[in-house]
Structures are given as structure tokens and as C-alpha cells.
């Protein structure tokens, strides 16, 4: 492919401190002023702490209506439970995909009091024909997650998406996401397909990477908007402190291109069905 095939830097953003369900402190990436969406990811949270008192109140019942979540542990356990009856224990490795659809209550708690907690939640719009479908929890395992090395130096953990032939457990006909664990040696390479009108992005999150021809290498902890593209070049310039290579995640999705209604907990279409969803969740209809 030729040079111009391949997807820009376009700008990078730090997340930004903060806490949320109980007090829990976590960085948010997407959903915060620099970068308050990217159609159709809403919110990127990454946690990482060795503090058990920065995670141990955890997330007590909390509703959702109209977009899912997605949670990708790092390091730590956590355990999940609905009003739907669904119920699991998150491990270093696994992966939660919940689509919150027409309503659910659910809770995010520690299922440790010491050690480190670490890893991201990421909230994936649904379109509009979709916002009142029934709940769905899925919850994949460590060895459930594929791995690719479609490079010298290069190791994929597929989550949704496909690398080298090799396909992740989960699908999205409406967003069809790409979500990636991309571990990368010192100058090894890794070139990724993605359909070029594609919102995508890069989070940094151990040592540092280089982005298509850009001299400037994206560093830990910061997130690169990618510009459009048919395929994303990466390459491993740092290694992070808990590992011989850098590592992030790269994200890409179908844009919904719809309007966005959203407060807290629920996103909808318009402020009419945000209104509806607080008198259902109040009336006790989640």
C-alpha cells in the first residue's frame, strides 16, 4: 500500500484524574473536556493503582440504559453482578462485555483488599434501532482471548476483530469494533487493516510508540486520535517499566453518526428518551 494509505496522528490527549462510583481513582481519557467523544466510543476510564484504597469501595448498583461496556482486566479481580442474574468474577486476562440495552442495575466490586488493580473500561455507543434491546452480559476468560504475532517482536491479544487470521471472541454487527492488545519490542512493526472511515484510537500504556511516519512517539498514558486511513503502522520505540516492550490498546469502530443524548448513566437519541429512562429506572422497570 502506499504512504498515503496509512492513518495519521491527528492529536493525542492525557487522560485526566479523577474518581468515580465510590470513590474509585481512575484516569479518564474519552469523556472528559479534550476529548469529550469519538462517535461511537463515549468514555475511556483506565484504572491502575497498587493503593487498595483508591479501588476498594468499588462500584455499588448503578443503572445503564442505551450503549455497552466494555472491561478489560490487567491485573486484579473483580466481580460483576446484575438484576438480571448474571454474576462473574473478572481475572488478569478477561474481558466483560455487557450491552446495557433497554436497562439493567449492576455493581462492579474488588474481589481482593490488597495488591494491584489495573485495566479499562470502555463505553461503545448502540444505535439508535438498537437502545431498547434486552440486556446481554458476556464475559470471556484469559483463554478465551486469541493471541497473534503477525511480526517479529509482535504480540496480539485479539479481543474483537481480526489479526493475521486470527478472530476475537466478540462481535458487534452495528459498531463492529477492532479492540487490540498490541505488545510491541523495540523497533518491531505492526501494520493493522481498518477500514479507512473508521473512528479509531491508540492508548498508550506501558513505554512508547511511534504512529505511521510521525517522529513524535506516543508516550504512557496518552491516547493518539488516529486520522483517517486504510491500515495503522506501529512502532515499538520504549520499553515500559513492567515489561521488555511497549504495550497499548488500538480501538476502532463504525461511526453511528446519530445524535447524542446523554446524562450519567443513560445515552440516548434525544432528551425525551433520556427523560423516559429516569422515570423507568425510578420506577423500577430496569
Do not use: C
Not at 491485573?75 to 486476562?93: F, I, Q, T
Not at 462492579?108 to 438498537?130: C, I, K, T, Y
Request: net charge negative; aromatic share 8%.
Amino acid at each position: 500500500m502506499s504512504a498515503l494509505s496509512s492513518r495519521p496522528l491527528e492529536r493525542v490527549v492525557r487522560g485526566m484524574p479523577t474518581s468515580d462510583g465510590a470513590g474509585v481513582k481512575l484516569r479518564r481519557v474519552i469523556g472528559q473536556p479534550q476529548l469529550p467523544d469519538l462517535d461511537p466510543f463515549l468514555m475511556l476510564d483506565e484504572f491502575g493503582t497498587e493503593r487498595a484504597a483508591d479501588y476498594i469501595a468499588g462500584f455499588p448498583e448503578h443503572p445503564h440504559r442505551g450503549f455497552e461496556t466494555v472491561t478489560y482486566m490487567l491485573d486484579g479481580r473483580m466481580r460483576h453482578r446484575d438484576n438480571h442474574g448474571n454474576e462473574g468474577v473478572l481475572v488478569p486476562g478477561s474481558v466483560q462485555w455487557m450491552t446495557a440495552g433497554r436497562g439493567l442495575v449492576h455493581s462492579e466490586m474488588p474481589e481482593q483488599e490488597h495488591g494491584r488493580m489495573r485495566g479499562f473500561q470502555l463505553w461503545l455507543n448502540l444505535p439508535a434501532r438498537d437502545k431498547m434491546t434486552p440486556p446481554k452480559y458476556q464475559e470471556f476468560p484469559p483463554e478465551r482471548i486469541p493471541r497473534a504475532t503477525p511480526a517479529p517482536g509482535v504480540s496480539v491479544k485479539v479481543i474483537a476483530g481480526q489479526v493475521a487470521g486470527v478472530s476475537g471472541p466478540i462481535q458487534q454487527p452495528a459498531t463492529d469494533p477492532t479492540y487490540l492488545d498490541v505488545a510491541l519490542e523495540p523497533g518491531a512493526q505492526f501494520t493493522q487493516a481498518l477500514p479507512s472511515d473508521y473512528a479509531a484510537f491508540l492508548y498508550v500504556f506501558e513505554g512508547s510508540l511511534a504512529v505511521g511516519e510521525e517522529a513524535r512517539p506516543v508516550q504512557s498514558q496518552e491516547l493518539a486520535v488516529l486520522g483517517e486511513g486504510a491500515e495503522v503502522r506501529l512502532r515499538g520505540v520504549s520499553a515500559g517499566a513492567d515489561g521488555p516492550g511497549a504495550r497499548a490498546i488500538l480501538v476502532a469502530g463504525r461511526p453511528l453518526r446519530e445524535p447524542v443524548a446523554r446524562y450519567g448513566p443513560f445515552v440516548m437519541n434525544t432528551r425525551a428518551e433520556l427523560q423516559q429512562a429516569f422515570e423507568d429506572y425510578q420506577a423500577g422497570r430496569f
